[in-house]
């Protein structure tokens, strides 16, 4: 159990709940900011990476396995990694972590150097994914850590922002340095290097230690993140909700540089490719930020089902455009649509867990998140190659309508921690009334 005190924030001027709010906390500010930087790095070479594996294969299935070997261990590697996330100490962990990826990377980009066999380029991409399963829990059981409950919607909104705004920020600077002459590799090397702004954001600040209260050992001990999310119906619905949004809606995030080759005849070597990829990714950034900020007021459970509503026509319009001038509009609504949805549920998600929870249940939220998406797209990636980019598209757009129902949390109510709490200190009361006079406090 954490013995740390609620961290305080400088002299507040924002809205409680707000983005603003969530920067005054120092800690969680340096760490974002180095995030931030890493996650450009990291998104240059999401980009550059799948789309120089469609230049040299032509096939969608080849981008999946690539996409599977970057994300698929955090279907396998999730779990022990938040067991490894309550074991040690987090700042060590992360920076240990963090360290490991940058030297993948740079392997990674000697291999692409010497246009080396596909296998190999899996293997050490598969050395990225994996590192970054047993750490992905750690970290983002911490950042919760770093500011108060009222203020972590703001600091999970700015999280968005910093993965998504590094999707527009990312491919656009790999966009500009290519066209300056930078190569592929060097593409990567540049990517490893802002590895370094993760390691100085980590070493920079205290996170506090949480141990968890589960006394179970061996295999018990790496089910209880299942047993917590099966124990309260708000966290298996938002991990179900997202599995299936996952699964179902986002294959195309992984097949995006087949889908606009196939769809829109937009090469993937093209600056056209990496324009429509920045805007996508602005969508997704502006989709985060507007949860923690302007959209701040409204009811999370009412944007969850609206945000599925708005992805599903925007899907739609994807499946149905032909050219880039289509494309590129639709693409920006169908990246806000996608993080409008995404941040509220992670909001609930989070918000419904203890501290000394968090990294057991969080690593079930990144297998559903991440690992998922790899899943869907190994299985569509042969479709998308044999008969085209828009069946899976479709796919897409009934899923997302059926998760707007079924997420309907006002509809179809499940319980809160928050009223869980509450339940749990009027019991206290009554049975301290109990104690102290011998009846019950009603009778």
């Known amino acids: 159990m954490s013995t740390a005190v609620t961290p305080q924030p400088m002299k507040r001027k924002a809205r409680p709940g707000t983005a603003g709010a969530a920067l005054g906390y120092r800690d969680f500010r340096i760490l974002w900011i180095g995030l931030f930087a890493s996650n450009i790095g990291t998104w240059m070479q999401n980009l550059a990476l799948p789309a120089y594996i469609d230049a040299r294969t032509h096939r969608a299935t080849w981008v999946a396995i690539m996409g599977f070997a970057q994300l698929g261990p955090l279907l396998l590697l999730s779990i022990p990694g938040g067991v490894l996330g309550d074991r040690f100490r987090r700042r060590p962990f992360l920076i240990t972590n963090q ?33 970054n399963a047993l750490g992905a829990p750690a970290m983002q059981a911490s950042i919760p850590l770093l500011v108060s409950r009222e203020d972590l919607p703001g600091a999970l909104s700015l999280n968005s922002v910093m993965l998504n705004g590094s999707r527009v920020i990312g491919p656009a600077l790999a966009a500009a340095l290519i066209g300056l ?55 298996s619905r938002m991990l179900l909700a997202m599995t299936a949004f996952s699964f179902f809606c986002l294959p195309y995030v992984s097949l995006f540089p087949s889908i606009a080759r196939l769809n829109f005849g937009i090469p993937s070597s093209s600056a056209t490719y990496k324009w429509l990829y920045a805007t996508w990714g602005l969508g997704a950034a502006l989709g985060g930020l507007a949860c923690g900020s302007v959209l701040i007021r409204f009811d999370r459970r009412k944007l969850i089902t609206f945000a599925f509503r708005g992805f599903a026509v925007c899907m739609a319009g994807f499946a149905l455009a032909r050219g880039p001038w289509l494309a590129i509009p639709i693409g920006f609504l169908l990246g806000f649509f996608y993080f409008m949805a995404v941040t509220p549920m992670v909001t609930v998600f989070q918000t419904n867990m203890r501290d000394h929870e968090r990294a057991r249940v969080m690593s079930l939220w990144f297998m559903a998140f991440g690992g998922t998406v790899t899943l869907g797209a190994l299985a569509f990636g042969p479709v998308v190659d044999h008969i085209g980019a828009r069946p899976v598209l479709a796919i897409g757009v009934v899923a997302a309508l059926v998760l707007s129902w079924w997420t309907d949390l006002i509809r179809r109510p499940v319980g809160l921690l928050a009223d869980d709490e509450r339940r749990e200190a009027i019991e206290a009361r009554n049975a301290a009334a109990l104690d102290e006079h011998g009846v019950g406090a009603g009778e």
């Open 181 to 235: 002459g930078v190569t592929v590799p060097q593409i990567f090397v540049f990517n490893a290097a802002t590895y370094l702004f993760a390691v100085a954001g980590i070493a920079m600040i205290t996170i506090p230690h949480v141990r968890s209260e589960s006394l179970e050992k061996g295999v018990q001990k790496l089910l209880v993140g299942v047993r917590i999310a099966r124990s309260r119906s708000v966290l």
């Open 99 to 131: 360290a490991a990826q940058m030297v993948f990377a740079v392997a990674i980009a000697f291999l692409i150097s010497r246009d080396a066999s596909l296998w190999a380029i899996f293997a050490i991409q598969l050395g990225i994914g994996v590192f």
